[in-house]
């Protein structure tokens, strides 16, 4: 493979190998290691001489092994061109860690199979910040059921406004029922519509926070107190796209607060 690979260093030599997260290296047709760089050495722990004597399946877990996963590889980047795959990788120390991988098969001018490039990513911290984000976004949606507060977000380019269920509860809507804009501003007291659609309309304008507390007829013509508060989100390019934000019932507390007014002025 040696004399029959030209150019072989030269044709993968690039500014990657000094990448901290992947490397690409060169493996013969039987999956042997046949080219090293200090990315090597950097994502796999190996060093030269070593990295030269391994095959490609010392890479594998040994459950990949016994799945015949390197020798089918292999044998889909010789059949197809390239083969890619996230899977778990095994250092020189024998910790794994998860990756990116692909697999390219090279040949001659005349096409005959010379062996194999291999590329390797280490997706270890992009796989931790994903699970982080995860778990705070579960945390988060406790919080919020837990605190019996309903969501909504207003999409600043369409004018459409969507709820989740407990916000259409806390209208005493069900779950499967539409409620718009203009189907939010008719369920206000009507003492409460003027004042609440203010305030919508200048955090519209001045994409400032919008915050109101007010009163919500139900179908069946009770009353309850809501309190709403929201801001704007942005996207990449930095302008605002939604206004979002929770809902908090507070029929309960403004009914205790209205007996003990009561109870004082007795």
């Not at 010789?78 to 990116?100: L, M, P």
């Not at 390219?104 to 994903?130: C, K, M, N, P, T």
Request: proline share 4%; aromatic share 10%; glycine share 6%.
């Amino acid at each position: 493979l040696e004399e029959a690979w030209p150019y072989r260093e030269e044709r993968y030599r690039t500014p990657l190998d000094q990448a901290r997260d992947y490397t690409i290296f060169l493996l013969d047709v039987e999956g042997r290691a046949t080219s090293w760089n200090p990315g090597v050495q950097k994502v796999l722990g190996y060093e030269r001489e070593e990295f030269l004597q391994i095959f490609v399946g010392d890479l594998y877990t040994v459950e990949d092994r016994g799945d015949h996963a390197p020798e089918r590889e292999l044998r889909q980047a010789a059949e197809r061109g390239r083969t890619s795959s996230d899977r778990w990788v095994v250092r020189r120390d024998g910790s794994r860690f998860w990756a990116s991988t692909s697999t390219a098969s090279v040949h001659d001018r005349g096409g005959r199979l010379l062996g194999y490039a291999r590329r390797v990513r280490d997706l270890s911290e992009s796989r931790q910040a994903e699970e982080q984000l995860r778990r705070k976004q579960a945390a988060l949606e406790l919080a919020v059921e837990a605190a019996g507060l309903g969501t909504w977000e207003y999409e600043l380019g369409t004018g459409v406004i969507s709820w989740d269920e407990r916000a259409k509860a806390l209208f005493g809507l069900s779950p499967d029922q539409p409620l718009t804009l203009a189907a939010w501003l008719e369920a206000l007291h009507p003492e409460d519509r003027e004042q609440t659609e203010e305030r919508w309309n200048r955090a519209l304008r001045e994409r400032s926070p919008f915050s109101a507390e007010y009163r919500v007829m139900w179908p069946d013509s009770s009353v309850h107190s809501i309190m709403a508060v929201g801001r704007c989100t942005t996207a990449i390019t930095g302008e605002p796209f939604t206004l979002s934000g929770v809902l908090l019932d507070l029929t309960e507390r403004r009914r205790t607060e209205e007996h003990l007014q009561e109870s004082l002025r007795m």
